[in-house]
């Protein structure tokens, strides 16, 4: 059974940082392209950052770069994302999901998801 679970989580203040996690069991975790979504009330969910199988490999939306970084631990079956300077903006419900076969910000191919985890920034 395919199980990804989110945490880190939380309330901050603007400027301020979290660390997301995303433990990964039920499949071959270190195969699998990963990625962070995140959906904000009233809007589409949108892809944050991908991360390739080996960790060698990484893709930001444009909102996010130079203060968001994904990682991966390929040990531990886990995903990171690193969230600094965070802005009111950035306040949505985070995902991580996993994909067989693709590279990308793009939902649709992704297979697996997670309950997701809510950060809040106030300003």
């Known amino acids: 059974q395919v199980q990804l679970v989110e945490s880190g989580g939380g309330s901050v203040q603007a400027g301020g940082s979290l660390r997301l996690s995303c433990a990964a069991s039920?499949?071959?975790?270190?195969?699998?392209?990963m990625g962070w979504f995140r959906q904000a009330p009233g809007k589409k969910r949108e892809g944050v950052a991908a991360?390739?199988?080996?960790?060698?490999?990484?893709r930001y939306v444009d909102s996010v770069k130079g203060r968001f970084t994904i990682s991966r631990d390929n040990a531990k079956n886990t995903l990171y994302l690193q969230m600094n300077s965070l802005k009111t903006e950035d306040t949505a419900m985070y995902y991580c999901?996993?994909?067989?076969?693709?590279?990308?910000?793009?939902?649709?191919?992704?297979?697996?998801w997670g309950q997701g985890t809510q950060v809040t920034v106030s300003s």
């Open positions: 999901a996993a994909a067989g076969l693709y590279f990308g910000l793009a939902e649709g191919p992704y297979n697996y």
């Open positions: 039920g499949y071959t975790y270190s195969s699998y392209y």
């Open positions: 991360i390739s199988a080996a960790g060698s490999t990484t």
